[in-house]
T-cell receptor, first 114, second 114 residues
Framework: KAGVTQTPRYLIKTRGQQVTLSCSPI?????VSWYQQTPGQGLQFLFE?????QRNKGNFPGRFSGRQFSNSRSEMNVSTLELGDSALYLC???WGFGTSQGYTFGSGTRLTVV | GESVGLHLPTLSVQEGDNSIINCAYS??????FIWYKQESGKGPQFIID?????DKRQGQRVTVLLNKTVKHLSLQIAATQPGDSAVYFC?????????????FGKGTSLLVTP
């Protein structure tokens, strides 16, 4: 059974650019959540999607957005990149909405903004 | 504000000893707590969870204790092995009006020495 797949694994972008990260959940999982991990702030919740709808959102600026497709795959987008956006972006999937039981994380996308 | 925090940022133990990792939380409304292990280059991996109606839960070599009176959570690892070396996070399931989001602590780095 394949796990949560995140692509790409590593990314280097320049300030001001925009970036799109992809997450394929475990087969059958319908909920996808995104987290940002940095040494200073730790793991912080970005948003959660279920059935193509954003159900919950963390305290991040509007430059951070996401979407979910009908096959439950999700993408997150960061526009007008800032140096502080450099982080490990983690995606987690679970079978249902509103539960962290069965949360499975991917290995993340390491974004470096220069 | 509400937060989940860890008492110690690093913990060094000898192989074979028992490890105890502590976590404090401040939201008395939290009803679900999870411990994750994160190895270098990987996403967080579920270890064990506990609901607020329980005081103790045991897994394979791991035990989680919950003290709601002082809002404290601990993870005990028996007979610690080199493969247990990782960063350990506690997380609380914090309900929001429209869904759930995990609120993570900063993490404790566990180093197992031979």
């Amino acid at each position: 059974k394949a796990g949560v797949t995140q692509t790409p694994r590593y990314l280097i972008k320049t300030r001001g650019q925009q970036v799109t990260l992809s997450c394929s959940p475990i087969s059958g999982h319908r909920s996808v959540s995104w987290y940002q991990q940095t040494p200073g702030q730790g793991l912080q919740f970005l948003f959660e999607y279920f059935s193509e709808t954003q159900r919950n959102k963390g305290n991040f600026p509007g430059r951070f957005s996401g979407r979910q497709f009908s096959n439950s795959r999700s993408e997150m987008n960061v526009s007008t990149l800032e140096l502080g956006d450099s982080a490990l972006y983690l995606c987690a999937s679970s079978w249902g909405f509103g539960t962290s039981q069965g949360y499975t994380f991917g290995s993340g996308t390491r974004l470096t903004v220069v | 504000g509400e937060s989940v925090g860890l008492h110690l940022p690093t913990l060094s133990v000898q192989e074979g000893d028992n490890s105890i990792i502590n976590c404090a939380y401040s939201n008395s409304a939290s009803d679900y707590f999870i411990w994750y292990k994160q190895e270098s280059g990987k996403g967080p991996q579920f270890i064990i969870d506990i609901r607020s109606n329980m005081d103790k839960r045991q897994g394979q070599r791991v035990t989680v204790l919950l003290n709601k009176t002082v809002k404290h959570l601990s993870l005990q690892i028996a007979a610690t092995q080199p493969g247990d070396s990782a960063v350990y996070f506690c997380a609380e399931n914090r309900d929001s009006n429209s869904g759930y989001a995990l609120n993570f602590g900063k993490g404790t780095s566990l180093l197992v020495t031979p």
